[in-house]
């Protein structure tokens, strides 16, 4: 009861305890990676710069799920239109699975010159 009270009468010390107790725990980290080997020191180095990037990744793929979300919906919805309409032209034969186009009739000489 009497932490509760305290807190509610005074936030401020409170968050400058938690900046106080940050403050040490980045000293006490940096001091225990100075005690490390150099070798050490490097492997540790790039675990961090990895957890990092893979953080700053997830940070910005949180900003922006809605708008791939959007986009590809969209995306699908134009392909599926080119699809409709490509089916719909009547330039085209038939055959089984085989498509022959129209213009490409052999029958037809072709004048090159």
Known sequence: MFALRLLRE???IMIANVFAALGLL???LLALRMALPAA???Q???ALRRAWARLRELAFQLRHWRSHRQHSKQAAAEAAELIRRA???DEVDRDGNVYRPKQF???K???LH
Do not use: E, I, N, S
């Open 10 to 12: 005074t936030p401020g």
């Open 26 to 28: 980045t000293c006490l």
């Open 40 to 42: 050490r020191q490097r």
């Open 44 to 46: 540790v180095d790039a």
């Open 87 to 89: 089916k719909a032209r």
């Open 105 to 107: 009739d052999p029958k």
């Open 109 to 111: 000489r072709r004048d």
